[in-house]
C-alpha cells in the first residue's frame, strides 16, 4: 500500500478509524499503521484510530475528534463555554456529554472527557464545520448545570467568571426555557431562574 495514496483517499477525514480503512481497503494489512507510525506518517490517538501528523491541531480538529473517538457524543460543558465566550479561558481539555458512561482518555494530543447525561437528555446541538457536533449555547449551559449540581448559588455563578455581556448579547430565551422543560426537573429549573437574576436578564 502506498502512503501517498492512502492519504489522498482519507485526506477528509479529521480522524480516521480502523473502520474507515476497511470501508476504503478490505484487504488492508494493518502492520502498514505500525510502519507508518514508525516513520511519523500518522498518530495514534486512542486504540483504532489515528490522524496525519502533518495536520494542524485546532480546536475545531479537536472536537472533530472527540466526536468521534467516542459516539454518540456532541461537545458541551467548559469547551463550549468557552467556544462561545461564555468563560475567560481556554479550557485544558475538550469536554462532552455522552448517553455512554463517563469516561476519560488522557492522549498524547490531548485529554478528552465525557459525562453522561441520560437519553432523553441528548439534544441541543448543532452542526459545525466538518459536522462537529457542539451544544447550542443555552443547551451547553443546562448540561454544565445540571452535571453540577452544587453551583446554585449567585456566589457560584460569580466563582465561574461568566462573561454576563455575552449571555445577555446571545441567550435565545424561548431556547432556553423550552430546553428547561424537557429537562423537567425542578431543581435545575429553581437553579435557572437565579441564574437568570444574576445575569440581569429582564
Known amino acids: ?19 474507515d480503512i476497511r470501508a476504503a481497503y478490505g484487504g488492508f494489512d494493518h502492520r502498514r499503521l505500525s510502519e507508518w507510525q514508525k516513520k511519523g506518517y500518522i498518530q495514534k490517538i486512542i486504540k483504532g484510530y489515528y490522524f496525519f501528523s502533518d495536520v494542524d491541531i485546532n480546536e475545531n480538529r479537536l472536537a472533530a475528534i472527540a466526536n468521534k473517538i467516542y459516539k454518540p457524543s456532541y461537545i458541551s460543558l467548559e469547551t463550549a463555554l468557552s467556544h462561545y465566550r461564555l468563560i475567560p479561558e481556554n479550557v485544558y481539555m475538550t469536554t462532552s456529554v455522552s448517553t455512554r458512561r463517563t469516561y476519560r482518555f488522557a492522549t498524547p494530543l490531548a485529554t478528552f472527557s465525557y459525562r ?27 448540561d454544565f448545570l445540571y452535571l453540577n449540581p452544587l453551583v446554585r448559588s449567585e456566589d457560584d455563578f460569580l466563582s465561574l467568571r461568566l462573561n454576563r455581556e455575552e449571555i445577555l448579547s446571545q441567550m435565545q430565551m424561548e431556547r432556553l426555557m423550552n430546553y428547561v422543560q424537557r429537562f423537567n426537573q425542578k431543581r435545575l429549573a429553581n437553579t435557572v431562574e437565579r441564574f437568570l437574576s444574576w445575569v440581569g436578564y429582564a
Not at 502512503?3 to 478509524?17: E, M
Open 116 to 142: 453522561t447525561i441520560k437519553p432523553a437528555l441528548f439534544f441541543g446541538y448543532s452542526l459545525m464545520a466538518d459536522r462537529i457536533k457542539i451544544a447550542f449555547m443555552e443547551k451547553a449551559i443546562l
Open 1 to 19: 500500500m502506498n502512503f501517498v495514496h492512502f492519504k489522498n483517499s482519507l485526506r477528509d477525514f479529521p480522524v480516521f478509524s480502523i473502520a
